[in-house]
Each structure stands twice: as C-alpha cells, then as structure tokens.
C-alpha cells in the first residue's frame, strides 16, 4: 500500500504565500515523478506543477514565475511554494506520484486526498 499525504492548505490574502508539502509513504521501490494537480468547482483538474527523479520540471503556464516546486528525494516528499496567490488559484490541491510499489514491475499512478487552497479578501 501506498499514501500520499498532503499538508498546507488555508485560507490565504491575495498576494500571500502558503507552501504544500506531501510526502510519499509506504511499500515503494522507485518514485519517477512527483506533483501537484488542482481542481476547482465545476472545472476539469488540471496539472499544476509536476518534478520527475531527473529534476526536469514542468509548471503549467498560469503559475510560472509564482509556483516553486522541489523535492527532497531521501525523505520521498514534494513541496509547492506558491507566491503572489490570486483567487483564480482556489483549489483542491492534490498531490500526485507516478510510482513502483515493492514487488511489481509496472509503475502506477498515486493521489492524495487533496488539500484546500482558498485565496479570497
């Protein structure tokens, strides 16, 4: 079995920062990317800001130059700073891991359960 575990969400001021931490647990052999997806009501998920184990990233265009992702590999964990917030970023944030589980040779997608983000004054 395998968890994502999300933490960080909040309300937030437009302009403000907040930093979504999810970290990676459980019976895992190889971790291939890590990222974030949002979903806000009645709109399709979308992919925010994805980090594969060559560190080559991807944001989605709407969050360059705000959105920061990194991760720290030995603790298996992905962080989204997110600056400069703008109520069009209230979300669902979910974490998200394409992964290989101990004892299986295809690897497999991985959610989290998703932490709000709401940015409103």
């Known amino acids: 079995q395998v968890q994502l575990v999300e933490s960080g969400g909040g309300l937030v001021q437009p302009g403000g920062s907040l930093r979504l931490s999810c970290a990676a647990s459980?019976?895992?052999?190889?971790?291939?990317?890590m990222g974030w997806y949002r979903q806000a009501p009645g709109k399709q998920r979308e992919l925010v800001a994805v980090?594969?184990?060559?560190?080559?990233?991807h944001y989605v265009d709407g969050v360059k130059g705000r959105f920061t992702i990194s991760a720290d590999n030995a603790k298996n964990t992905v962080y989204l700073q997110m600056n400069s917030l703008k109520p069009e970023d209230t979300a669902v944030y979910l974490c998200?891991?394409?992964?290989?589980?101990?004892?299986?040779?295809?690897?497999?997608?991985?959610w989290g359960q998703g932490t709000q983000v709401t940015v409103s004054s």
């Open positions: 459980g019976s895992i052999s190889s971790i291939y990317t």
């Open positions: 998200y891991a394409n992964l290989r589980v101990t004892g299986t040779r295809i690897p497999a997608d991985a």
């Open positions: 980090i594969n184990s060559g560190a080559i990233i």
